[in-house]
């Protein structure tokens, strides 16, 4: 297994808002687009007729200065989803590993690490928030995607010896 440079992962992702600071020696960041609330109701059982995912609210933004280009959310305790402004697309022999960024971590939010693979339009995940508030910019850098390549199994060949020969046994009686 390869870890892929921050370049070579970058041309597997769309939608990078500033390569500049989102491509580093060997991972790309992932910036917010929008956060929602969740619906407080969800449902999940065996079979997965009566399946429903918790719905998605739009949270409200803001300025924190009228001369801001981007608007902030205020996150209280609790859990939100959080959309990309990227997107992927990885070949069969790649997969990408999503982790939340430390200075996420140490604001006082996280996510869990995850594993991602195939073609993916819209990532969504489910951000925790630990502290009291957590203030969020839009385009924030809030995730770190690092890329691997694996080489096909090959095959393994396992030879087993054939079964050793019994020895014979002697009769009784006979001396020689």
């Known amino acids: 297994m390869e870890l892929l440079s921050g370049k070579r992962a970058a041309e597997r992702v769309q939608n990078i808002v500033s390569p500049k600071y989102q491509v580093h020696a060997y991972a790309v960041d992932l910036s917010v687009r929008n956060i929602y609330a969740l619906d407080p109701v969800g449902q999940v059982d065996f079979g997965g007729s009566e399946y429903r995912a918790a719905g998605k609210i739009e949270l409200a933004r803001y300025r924190a200065y009228p ?89 393994t060949v396992i030879v087993v010896p054939p079964p050793a020969a019994k020895p014979r046994a002697r009769k009784k009686g006979r001396k020689k």
Do not use: C
Not at 113 to 136: A, F, H, N, S, Y
């Open 67 to 155: 001369e801001d280009t981007y608007e902030w959310w205020d996150l209280g305790r609790g859990s939100y989803l959080v959309e990309y402004n990227e997107s992927f697309e990885f070949p069969d022999d790649e997969f990408g590993l999503l982790e939340p960024d430390e200075r996420l971590q140490r604001a006082g939010a996280s996510h869990a690490t995850q594993m991602l693979r195939g073609r993916i339009k819209q990532l969504e995940v489910l951000l925790t928030v630990d502290t009291m508030r957590v203030r969020v910019k839009q385009n924030a850098r809030v995730s770190r995607l690092r890329l691997f390549h694996f080489s096909p199994a090959t095959p």
